[in-house]
């Protein structure tokens, strides 16, 4: 573990007085520095409706980041573009774990103390026993015991070359692990989510995709392999038209080899002579033409410790949303691969599951063709009337009747930039819309009212109305102390969730 100080500041902000109530508890979400090149030392920000405060915890400070960057342990702390905060859980008023997406590590911040404690894979091998090498992306505390939660981890390679699945349920001090289950599995890496329904864990398997070249019917684990076979079978094409020996990379030196293929400029202005991108190259040339297997998610029963799979409509579900009254579970079922970026192959979905106590059941399906990635939902209930919401990439925002599972209407926050595009797929796949991208959803108590959160701005949108109702900037020119200004922070958030 790695122990950093943090600093905290509070700006005032005037919320409308319907907002106060129905928005009754914290909402965090999270943003990075812009010199912070690991994305390593977050900045958290509660926004407390209540107290009418936005309140930042700020952990980029330069002894944490000398800390960081003298840690002998630097292949967990490089970090990743791919690495954001995915959820927080409350310990007690002034404490919280936050788990952060694809990373080995996470951190617990005390705000009365003003510290944090950074804990790697290998502080939960210790305390565990296994050899852990990454914890899923999306824990959740257990409804019976606030004090415990639920997580799945997978381990390193063991001595057969095997990799176990583990799910614990754990208390939130990480004073004490419960090892509930565990298997051997292919693939090292943890569920994107695990969350307790009934007596049962249901997990998504996500990022990693399984690829089929359409020519040789050569099958991937994932698109990291298919792009080190796509990198290098160019790579030969380019050294045979330029008359140059190609030389196949000894076993460990692949790392090296691409990164000196990648280097090479000419071979830089080979690739761009196929395609705007290897997404692209894939779709000009048929021997990279690949398919993809559908999704699958898994629902653990902790009684019998029956693990089964379902697959899913598209090949990437994520994140559950449960209607407890009901017992139906919708999730989010994305349809795009990293090529190393992005790539999107068609429309997302929300598919909707019964949960019967030992099974599922797909009862339906939400789509659109207008509706891309789908990275946040959620259910929720208006009137007596039960709905679902998602922002389609950009900032599309659908609502869903979750009876029908047909769309009520969607609206688009600020600006329109899907309606005259004759395609939407290549737009998306070829057009930079990050600046423009709304994910993160809460909903208000009563169902009525929605918080977003855009890369400089929080919206309060109103259902009924169909239209935002507050707008609240909260990245401005303001100071936070010493060579820090607030200005220098933008947005390292996809979601966001109530902190109770």
């Not at 106060?20 to 390593?40: A, G, M, N």
């Not at 852990?132 to 390679?157: E, Q």
């Amino acid at each position: 573990m790695i122990n950093l100080k943090t600093e905290a500041f509070v700006l005032p902000v005037r919320i409308k007085p319907e907002l106060l109530e129905v928005f009754e508890h914290p909402i965090i979400f999270y943003l990075t520095h812009h010199s912070d090149k690991r994305r390593i030392l977050p900045t958290f920000v509660i926004l407390d409706c209540k107290k009418q405060e936005l309140q930042y915890t700020v952990s980029y400070l330069p002894e944490n980041i000398k800390k960081i960057e003298d840690h002998e342990d630097q292949e967990i702390l490089n970090g990743s573009l791919q690495h954001n905060p995915h959820c927080s859980l409350k310990i007690n008023n002034e404490h919280f774990l936050t788990i952060v997406d694809q990373a080995r590590y996470f951190y617990h911040v005390d705000r009365a103390r003003n510290e944090m404690i950074l804990y790697t894979a290998n502080d939960l091998a210790s305390s565990t026993g296994k050899n852990i090498y990454n914890i899923c992306s999306t824990a959740y505390k257990d409804a019976d015991d606030a004090d415990f939660f639920y997580f799945s981890a997978a381990t390193l390679r063991g001595p057969a070359d095997e990799k176990e699945l583990l799910f614990y349920r754990a208390r939130l001090d990480l004073s004490e692990f419960e090892l509930l289950y565990t298997e051997q599995r292919a693939e090292g890496r943890a569920p994107h989510v695990t969350k307790k329904i009934g007596n049962c864990l249901l997990n998504s398997k996500f990022v990693v995709a399984n690829l089929t070249n359409n020519k040789t019917g050569q099958v991937f684990t994932g698109e990291g392999p298919y792009i080190r076979f796509m990198y290098k079978s160019l790579y030969r094409s380019f050294c045979a038209l330029h008359d140059k020996i190609f030389k196949e990379p000894l076993p460990g030196d692949e790392h090296a080899f691409l990164t000196t293929i990648l280097h090479d400029e000419d071979f830089i202005v080979y690739m761009q002579s196929k395609g705007r991108n290897l997404f692209e190259i894939c779709a000009n040339d048929e021997d990279y033409s690949f398919s993809v297997d559908k999704g699958e998610i898994t629902l653990l029963n902790l009684d019998t410790k029956k693990l089964e799979v379902y697959r899913t409509a598209n090949c990437m579900p994520a994140h559950f949303e449960i209607d407890d009254e009901t017992n139906t579970v919708y999730i989010s079922s994305h349809n795009f691969i990293m090529l190393p970026k992005h790539g999107y192959l068609g429309p997302a979905a929300i598919e909707e599951f019964s949960f019967t106590g030992e099974k599922l059941e797909r009862k339906g399906v939400f789509s659109h063709p207008d509706g891309y990635r789908f990275t946040t939902h959620r259910f929720f209930k208006y009137k007596g009337k039960r709905y679902l919401c998602t922002f389609g990439q950009p900032n599309r925002l659908f609502f869903v009747d979750a009876d029908t599972m047909e769309m009520l209407y969607h609206d688009d926050i600020e600006e329109d930039l899907l309606s005259g595009q004759s395609n939407i797929n290549d737009f998306l796949n070829y057009t930079n819309t990050e600046s423009f991208a709304i994910r993160a959803i809460e909903i208000s108590s009563d169902g009525q009212y929605l918080f977003l959160l855009s890369h400089h701005f929080i919206y309060f949108y109103s259902f009924p109305e169909r239209k935002i109702v507050q707008k609240i900037r909260y990245t401005s020119d303001i100071p936070l102390g010493e060579n820090l200004n607030l200005k220098d922070f933008r947005k390292l958030t996809s979601h966001v969730n109530y902190l109770i």
